[in-house]
């Protein structure tokens, strides 16, 4: 009986040798400002990554979404809430810039890679190796903005009206640092907080410099009341703006005339799909969530890719992953991803523009910026 017992004991430990091992369910924060201002940015990051966790196939990518609200503090209790110990292999970081400032500190002491779609320049000058950059710098968006203002448009008077926020502050020092060496210094530099429901006083002063295009660096919210009033206001002028323009969930909050002679800059338009791929995201996001993707989606979606394919080569640990981000090359359905040694993947943008007669633009210019 003995015997028999030990025979069966050594059957079953062969069988479980055998068997395939299941798969490591591998935990990754998403840390998102889904309330407050940035919320419809916010909102498509974590749509966007959550996609492409569940595109990953056999390997299980669990994501565990924490809102940051608006804020440094919040995001910092969502950081304490969502990385535990042992720490995840990587963390998705919020959009927001202050809110990554606040965060890049914590990921360097825990030795765990931070994964943004935040555009604040300073961030990729901390010098910080767990810093990745999915979505184009304001070093690299705002140049190509500057730059379809000038050559593009020929515009000499270009008036800037930008956020008071860290991400409005970061956009107008590239631009105006940009329009200056091509020689077209603004006539106007004028800052507005989130809070303010009326920008026609900054408006009529750009009527009054005799500016011949808007320049407009804000978020979605103040986007939209810029776009509507300046239409009110002056008719005419062009509006070059900043990527919140292109989302469409900021598109249609205006009616398709108002947008005629409203071009935007973004690392891409997913609802223009000019490739193969694109086109294959744009269908699966609109299966997914019943709406229309917009680049912080298509970015953030590429970030989520590329980590699960480092992440199925089974990495041992946190600084296994920043190694492999910090070396590897990824085709995304945006751009081709290498970091430049500062941390940011992604080196080109592009300007779309609407016709006045749709609320899906064109892509009229790209840009492409190789990493120093």
């Known amino acids: 009986m003995g015997r ?13 040798l055998a068997a395939p091992a299941a798969a490591q369910e591998i935990r990754l924060p998403v840390l998102v400002p889904i309330t407050g201002f940035v919320a419809l940015e916010g909102t498509s990051q974590k749509n966007g990554a959550l996609l492409a966790a ?44 202050t809110q990554m400032l606040a965060l890049l500190p914590l990921a360097q002491q825990r030795g765990v890679p931070l994964l943004t779609i935040s555009g604040t320049a300073r ?18 968006v705002k140049v190509a903005h500057a730059r379809y203002v000038v050559e593009q448009l020929h515009a000499k008077r270009p008036a800037i009206i930008y956020q008071s926020t860290a991400y409005g502050q970061s956009g107008h020092e590239q631009l105006v640092k940009t329009l200056n060496e091509l020689h077209t210094p603004p006539v106007l530099e004028e800052s507005v907080a989130v809070t303010v429901n009326d920008l026609s006083p900054a408006l009529l002063r750009a009527k009054a410099v005799n500016a011949d295009v808007l320049v407009l660096h804000l978020h979605a919210p103040s986007t939209v009341l810029a776009v509507r009033q300046a239409r009110q206001l002056l008719p005419d002028l062009p509006i070059v703006a900043g990527s919140a323009m292109h989302q469409p969930a900021t598109a249609a909050l205006l009616e398709p005339s108002e947008l005629k002679g409203v071009c935007a800059e973004t690392a891409a338009s997913p609802i223009s799909a000019t490739t193969p791929e694109m086109r294959a995201f744009l269908d699966a996001y609109r299966a997914a969530y019943g709406s229309e993707p917009d ?57 779309v523009c609407y016709d006045g007669t749709s609320r899906v633009p064109k892509v009229v210019q790209r840009y492409s910026f190789a990493p120093k």
Do not use: C
């Open 4 to 16: 028999r017992r030990g025979a069966v004991g050594a059957l079953l430990g062969l069988l479980l």
């Open 54 to 97: 569940s595109q990953l196939g056999a390997l299980k990518l669990t994501p565990d979404v924490v809102d940051t609200q608006s804020t440094p503090e919040a995001a910092v209790t969502a950081w304490q809430r969502a990385v535990g110990d042992p720490p995840p292999l990587a963390v998705v970081g919020p959009i927001l810039g």
């Open 123 to 140: 961030l990729g000058e901390l010098g910080n190796p767990f810093f990745f950059r999915f979505f184009p710098s304001d070093a690299t």
């Open 295 to 351: 680049a912080y989606a298509a970015t953030q979606f590429d970030a989520v890719h590329m980590l699960g394919r480092i992440l199925a080569g089974k990495p041992a640990s946190p600084a296994a992953v920043r190694e492999r981000l910090a070396h590897d090359e990824y085709k995304g359905v945006v751009t081709t991803y290498r970091s430049d040694g500062k941390g940011n993947m992604a080196h080109e943008a592009e300007i």
